[in-house]
T-cell receptor, first 114, second 111 residues
Framework: DAGVIQSPRHEVTEMGQEVTLRCKPI?????LFWYRQTMMRGLELLIY????????DSGMPEDRFSAKMPNASFSTLKIQPSEPRDSAVYFC????????????FGQGTRLTVV | LAKTTQPISMDSYEGQEVNITCSHN???????ITWYQQFPSQGPRFIIQ???TKVTNEVASLFIPADRKSSTLSLPRVSLSDTAVYYC????????????FGQGTELSVKP
C-alpha cells in the first residue's frame, strides 16, 4: 500500500475562495482523521470518521469547514470561504480501529490563504 | 481522554541517551501508551507502544512503572536525525478510536 495519500501538497489561494483538500486512506482502515497543525495551536483534531460516518466533528472551527467521506477510499475537507487564519498544514490519518492502533499519516497539505 | 503532560523542549548532544517523560495521572485501566515522532514538514509517525513494564524495539524503549501514571521514552545514542517533536498519547477502547495529540516535546540534538 502507498500509505495515506493527500492532495494537493501545497495550496495557495486568495481569501474568500473555496478550498478542497483530499485524502485517500490506507485500504482496510476503518477510521479516518483530519488534523490541522499550526505553530500556535499545535496538532488539532478537526473531525474523524468510522466506516465513512462522522463520529466527532467538535474540533471543526466553524461552519466554513465541512468534511465528507463518500466511500471508504476517499475523504474531502472543504473550507468555504477561506480566510488567512486558515493557513496551516492539514493532515489526514487512518487507523484500523479502536483499542490503540497505530495511526498512519499522510504528508499533509500546506495551505496558504492570502 | 487521559490528559498528558510532557516537557515542551529538550536539548541533547549526539551520542547521548535521551529520556522523555510523560505524565498521565488519569490513565484508564484499558488505556495504552503510544509515542509518535514528527519531523519538520512531515506527519507524525508511530514509534512505540506499551501497556506496562518495558517495551523495546529497534528505535526506542518505553518504560512504564507499575502505577502507569507516567511513562518514559528512551532514545539510545541519539543522532542529529533524531531532532523532532515527540508526542505521548494515551488511549484505548473507551475513546472510540479518537486520537488527541498534546503539545509534544521538541527534542533538539546538537553535534
Amino acid at each position: 500500500d502507498a500509505g495515506v495519500i493527500q492532495s494537493p501538497r501545497h495550496e495557495v489561494t486568495e481569501m474568500g475562495q473555496e478550498v478542497t483538500l483530499r485524502c485517500k486512506p490506507i485500504s482496510g482502515h476503518d477510521y479516518l482523521f483530519w488534523y490541522r497543525q499550526t505553530m500556535m495551536r499545535g496538532l488539532e483534531l478537526l473531525i474523524y470518521f468510522n466506516n465513512n460516518v462522522p463520529i466527532d466533528d467538535s474540533g471543526m472551527p466553524e461552519d466554513r469547514f465541512s468534511a465528507k467521506m463518500p466511500n471508504a477510499s476517499f475523504s474531502t475537507l472543504k473550507i468555504q470561504p477561506s480566510e488567512p487564519r486558515d493557513s496551516a498544514v492539514y493532515f489526514c490519518a487512518s487507523t484500523t480501529g479502536t483499542g490503540a492502533p497505530e495511526a498512519f499519516f499522510g504528508q499533509g497539505t500546506r495551505l496558504t490563504v492570502v | 481522554l487521559a490528559k498528558t503532560t510532557q516537557p515542551i523542549s529538550m536539548d541533547s548532544y549526539e551520542g547521548q541517551e535521551v529520556n522523555i517523560t510523560c505524565s498521565h495521572n488519569n490513565i484508564a485501566t484499558n488505556d495504552y501508551i503510544t509515542w509518535y515522532q514528527q519531523f519538520p514538514s512531515q506527519g507524525p509517525r508511530f514509534i512505540i507502544q506499551g501497556y506496562k513494564t518495558k517495551v523495546t524495539n529497534e528505535v526506542a524503549s518505553l518504560f512504564i512503572p507499575a502505577d502507569r501514571k507516567s511513562s518514559t521514552l528512551s532514545l539510545p545514542r541519539v543522532s542529529l536525525s533524531d531532532t523532532a517533536v515527540y508526542y505521548c498519547l494515551v488511549g484505548g477502547d473507551n475513546q472510540g478510536g479518537k486520537l488527541i495529540f498534546g503539545q509534544g516535546t521538541e527534542l533538539s540534538v546538537k553535534p
